[in-house]
């Protein structure tokens, strides 16, 4: 699920077979990019995880908002970068067309107890219509974008 105007994701999963469970392990890959630049490995990415019961914070560049996670799973901080994601569109379209993506970890959950719950979201954003957004304009018209790699400054 998706809340209306919101920078935030519901997931949810269950075992629909009677009497089964099961483990489901999920690695996030987080960019932390514009949707019109590509993100590649860096050292400027903070691999850090803010570990608080239930939820996690990850804020992998200073100037982005962090994004929290919140589930009844266990999490194993286990940062690692996947490289060479090719983006089959845009090698389409004849643009650069491979990117990397950072995993901060992974979360697990014991599916024998019922389903499994995970909430995401950028924290400090309020969606189109929050601060900084003109009446009838998305924040993201381009206009007002910053654009580029977070790890190579804007632009």
Known sequence: M??????AAVLRWRVNAAGRGGRLV??????????HALHHENPAL?????????????QPYAQLP????????????????YRNFL??????RGFEHRMDL?????????LTGGEAVWVL???????????????G??????????GGDPARGAG
């Open 102 to 110: 950072w995993s901060p970890g992974e979360l697990c959950w014991d």
């Open 87 to 92: 983006l089959a569109e845009e090698r389409e």
């Open 66 to 81: 962090p994004v929290q996670s919140l589930a009844a799973a266990d999490y194993q901080h286990d940062p690692q970068w």
């Open 46 to 58: 903070r691999a850090e995880a803010v570990v608080e019961g239930e939820r996690v914070r990850w």
């Open 137 to 146: 304009r998305h924040p993201r018209h381009p206009a007002d974008r910053r």
């Open 2 to 7: 998706l809340p209306h105007e919101r920078p």
């Open 26 to 35: 999920v690695r996030p890959l987080l960019s932390g990019r514009d949707s």
């Open 121 to 135: 979201l950028a924290e400090g954003i309020e969606g189109p219509r929050g601060a900084g957004a003109e009446p």
